[in-house]
C-alpha cells in the first residue's frame, strides 16, 4: 500500500512538474510588440484570444475601426473611447492589409476580370461591420464566409437568398443566434457583396 501512495505521489508529482514546462507561443500569449499592444492585451485578451485577431482578412483602418466599435456598442467591451483611435491605429499596423494577407487571403490582382468587384466586396462588408461576426474561412459568431457560399452554389436563388439574410436577418438557419438586420446597405451593394460570398470557392 506505502508502495503504491509513493508510486502515486511520483506520477502526480512528475506530471505537475511537466504541465509546468509547457510554453505558449509569444503570438498566443499576448499581442505583437508596438505602441498600443498595452491596450490590446489589456481589453480585448479579456474576451478573446490573439488568433481570432489575426485570422481576419487583410483589410483596411476602417474595418478595424468599424469592429472595434462592434466590440463596444454590442458586446461592451471596456477599451476606453479616449483609446480607440490607438487601438486602431496599432490592430490596422500589426494586423491590417500589410501583415495579414499571407494568413487569409491573395486578392486578385487588377488584370483579372472582376477584380474591381471582389476588392468592393471585401470593402462594403468591413463598412457595415460583416467581419465583426463573420471571417473568411473560420466560423466566428457566424458562419464563415466560405461556408455560407458553400451551402448556396448549387442553388439557382443563392443570391436572393443572402440579400434577404443581409436585409432582413433572422435566425434558424445556421443555428440559435440572430443575426441583425442591414436595410441600410443599398440594393447594389447587396449584388456586389452576395457575389463575392459566392465567388469565395469558385
Not at 71 to 76: D, L, N, P, S, W
Not at 189 to 202: M, P, Q, V, Y
Request: aromatic share 10%.
Amino acid at each position: 500500500m506505502i508502495r503504491f501512495f509513493n508510486f502515486l505521489l511520483g506520477t502526480i508529482f512528475c506530471a505537475a512538474s511537466f504541465a509546468a514546462e509547457i510554453r505558449l507561443p509569444l503570438e498566443t500569449e499576448a499581442f505583437k510588440e508596438d505602441p498600443g499592444a498595452e491596450i490590446a492585451n489589456a481589453h480585448c485578451l479579456i474576451c478573446h484570444s490573439v488568433e481570432y485577431v489575426s485570422i481576419q482578412p487583410p483589410l483596411s483602418r476602417a474595418f478595424w475601426k468599424s469592429s472595434v466599435q462592434k466590440m463596444q456598442q454590442k458586446y461592451g467591451a471596456t477599451v476606453p473611447d479616449d483609446q480607440v483611435e490607438r487601438l486602431v491605429d496599432y490592430l490596422t499596423k500589426n494586423y491590417g492589409a500589410t501583415t495579414n494577407v499571407a494568413a487569409a487571403y491573395n486578392p486578385p490582382s487588377s488584370t483579372q476580370k472582376g477584380s474591381t468587384d471582389i476588392l468592393k466586396g471585401s470593402q462594403i462588408a468591413a463598412n457595415y461591420g460583416c467581419f465583426g461576426c463573420h471571417s473568411i474561412t473560420t466560423k466566428l459568431v457566424g458562419p464563415a464566409f466560405r461556408e455560407i457560399a458553400a451551402k448556396y452554389q448549387s442553388d439557382a436563388e443563392a443570391g436572393s437568398k443572402i440579400a434577404q439574410q443581409i436585409h432582413q436577418g433572422g435566425s434558424g438557419k445556421w443555428g440559435p443566434i440572430i443575426m441583425p438586420p442591414f436595410p441600410k446597405v443599398s440594393p447594389g451593394e447587396t449584388k456586389i457583396l452576395t457575389e463575392w460570398i459566392l465567388g469565395l470557392i469558385r
